[in-house]
């Protein structure tokens, strides 16, 4: 089981935001991104507060590869 967040930063660059701001706005702690960024899973809340200031959906950020 893998989970990837590159769809993640691929929605930051085309909405033209950073990592540290996208933090900031969902309220998620430093070491949560570090754990999205070596693809680790993290907390549906997490997920949740990041789609909330990102207006999209789980899938548009995580992606499951077997």
Request: charge should be positive; hydrophobic fraction near 40%.
């Amino acid at each position: 089981m893998s989970i990837s967040y590159h769809r993640l930063w691929k929605l930051l660059i085309d909405k033209n935001m950073s990592v540290a701001e996208m933090r900031r706005a969902a309220d998620i702690a430093p070491n949560t991104v570090t754990r999205m960024k070596k693809d680790q899973e993290v907390t549906m809340i997490v997920l949740e507060k990041t789609c909330n200031v990102l207006e999209a959906d789980f899938g548009d950020i995580v992606e499951y590869k077997k």
